[in-house]
């Protein structure tokens, strides 16, 4: 594979590249892509996994809410073994919380139609990928008058945590804390969020910071290809769409509608970064009645403290430099929210390698 040839006679100066998509790292780890890379090319993942940058305060809130007799958590599988401040959704749900698990967001509608008697408060957690579909929940209960339904949203949209990440990108901004050998070189930007906002989206980052961005697909092959354009576009600032069959410059406008009706910017919280401003979306105030106590959800603690998923979520480190990792920190004892999606980084990596 010339592609391959490429990327493997490199002798340049090291690049870090980036990936903020948690089906990238995923399909990174599965095609055993860092191994055919040479040592000067190097892969880190960021911040784009929904499940993993979710903070410990919106898992304790949704326990409270599961512990009133008269309230229902709905939520996806993966949700539910993060950990909150003490304990997980699954735990509390063995401690008498009331939680259902669905595959669809639809399935909450569902759910609240079906008995009225109990508000069903669905977990709203995603990128920009999702919300247009917790855009049409709401909708969709409007217009069938079902009044006993909620969201606990955490809904994060990318270019602010990508700023966030370029900005603490120098030695400067860190305060010494990092050297070149962390710096990054590029971002693969993420295709899923990419179909919604297009790559006009990251046209601005790309001029800001003077770096490369390249939406991919996610074969190996596609993947290898992105990689192969950052190193050539070193040095520009500008975006390479080469995932054109689903992205296109300025997006899905549709879904784009759909969302700026029913919601709106916010500050948010990321786990292990903190608050980063305009990152987010809530509810606006003409539909705050389907609000079931998210605008409060902006602190981060609890958990155990040795947990460094904060600084693999920031590529500062890789999952096996965490001291956890492999030992406390397993599939099936997960002490943070890296190993527990199927996107996390920390499980990427311990199911690539076979432990």
């Known amino acids: ?159 602010p945590v990508i700023d966030w990440i370029c900005a603490h990108n120098s030695d400067s901004a860190q305060s010494g804390e990092a050297c070149e050998s962390q710096r990054i070189h590029g971002f693969l930007a993420p295709g899923h969020v990419s179909v919604i906002t297009g790559s006009r989206a990251f046209e601005p980052l790309a001029r800001k910071y003077g770096l490369p961005f390249v939406v991919a697909g996610f074969e190996g092959e596609e993947i290898l290809a992105a990689i192969a354009a950052l190193v050539k576009l070193q040095g520009q600032g500008r975006v390479l769409n080469m995932y054109p069959s689903a992205v296109t410059e300025e997006g899905n406008r549709t879904a784009q509608e759909r969302v700026e009706r029913i919601f709106e910017p916010c500050d948010a919280a990321w786990r292990g970064i903190g608050v980063i401003a305009g990152s987010g979306r809530k509810l606006r105030k003409e539909y705050e009645a389907f609000d079931a106590g998210s605008a409060s959800l902006l602190e981060d603690e609890g958990g155990n403290p040795a947990c460094c998923c904060a600084r693999v979520l920031m590529g500062r480190i890789r999952p096996r430099e965490c001291p956890l990792f492999g030992k406390a920190c397993t599939p099936q004892t997960p002490q943070g929210a890296c190993m527990v999606s199927t996107e996390g980084s920390c499980f990427s990596c311990w199911q690539s390698e076979g432990l």
């Open 1 to 159: 594979m010339k592609i391959l040839e490429y990327l493997q006679s490199y002798r340049g100066k090291p690049l870090r590249f980036m990936e903020v998509c948690g089906t990238h790292t995923a399909e990174i780890n599965r095609n055993g892509i860092p191994a055919l890379l040479p040592p000067s090319i190097e892969l880190v993942s960021g911040p784009g996994c929904p499940v993993c940058v979710t903070v410990s305060a919106y898992i304790d809130r949704l326990i409270e809410l599961g512990m009133d007799p008269e309230n229902c958590i709905v939520t996806f599988g993966d949700m539910l073994r993060v950990p909150g401040s003490s304990i997980s959704l699954s735990e509390a749900r063995s401690r008498g919380c009331s939680v259902r698990m669905v595959y669809s967001p639809m399935d909450a509608l569902k759910l609240a139609k079906a008995d009225p008697g109990h508000v069903y408060i669905f977990a709203a957690v995603g990128f920009e990928t999702t919300t247009p579909v917790y855009a049409l929940l709401v909708q969709e209960a409007l217009e069938q008058g079902i009044g006993n339904l909620r969201l606990l949203t955490s809904l994060k949209v990318m270019p």
